[in-house]
């Protein structure tokens, strides 16, 4: 585990916002100078996401399923001083997974959505959300099992739930309300790296729950 300076006390959600911000503008200039073609049509995406505010705001409102904050939040019920650079560059993988998941769904909610054109940009998201972890976890380190197994998981669910075409309880609490099982792997890398593994489970288990709400809240919110 890479060793770095960890501050005295939690940090603010200032703080959050501050690191998620850079890591919207950090994910712009790399499509920019990288992917010009596709940039302009990837930040059209990203501003629409957020209601034509900043990009961040997206990620950070408090209506959103809250994949920024959930480190932060692991750490501080360890009571454990914050990592604050280690919050940054998850606050870089959790901006690019977010925007990964975001697209899927659109895509694979109606096949006719004009989001297909941006499908070239998962590949961006993909590396963007899986580099952080790699100055923090050797190739041979049991959290890249995990990653692996919550990542086909998530995969896994997100057909299965857009192939349904009938619904009941059973089947909402088992597939749409999954789709939030990526948000595992920032937790576990959480346990890993603040030595809290032990804690993991409870912590997954809520996240479940909070799975469940988010999804029903955001269907009733769309109807």
């Known amino acids: 585990m890479k060793t770095s300076s960890r501050s005295k006390g ?5 703080s959050i916002v501050r690191h998620t911000s850079t890591a919207v503008r950090t994910l712009q200039e790399q499509l920019a100078r990288d992917a010009p073609f596709l940039s302009e049509r990837a930040q059209r995406w990203m501003t629409t996401l957020a209601g034509e505010r900043d990009p961040a705001a997206y990620l950070v409102d408090a209506k959103a399923f809250p994949l920024v904050r959930l480190t932060h939040w692991f750490a501080c019920a360890q009571k454990l001083p914050i990592d604050d650079a280690y919050e940054e560059a998850v606050a870089r993988s959790n901006v690019c997974g977010a925007y990964y998941v975001r697209l899927i769904d659109n895509v694979m909610d109606d096949n006719r959505a004009r989001e297909r054109v941006l499908l ?3 590949n961006v998201f993909h590396f963007g959300f899986t580099q952080p972890y790699s100055a923090y976890f050797s190739p041979a380190h049991m959290f890249w099992q995990d990653f692996a197994r919550i990542w086909a998981r998530m995969a896994d669910v997100t057909l299965q739930d857009a192939l349904r075409k009938d ?17 595992e792997i920032p937790l576990t890398a959480a346990a890993y790296h603040y030595d809290r593994v032990e804690a993991l489970a409870p912590w997954l288990d809520f996240l479940e729950v909070l799975g469940r709400w988010y999804q029903l809240f955001n269907d009733l919110r769309d109807w």
């Open 10 to 14: 939690p940090t603010t959600d200032q």
């Open 167 to 183: 619904f009941e309880r059973t089947h909402f609490e088992q597939l749409s309300a999954r789709k939030a099982v990526a948000a």
């Open 120 to 122: 070239p940009l998962l």
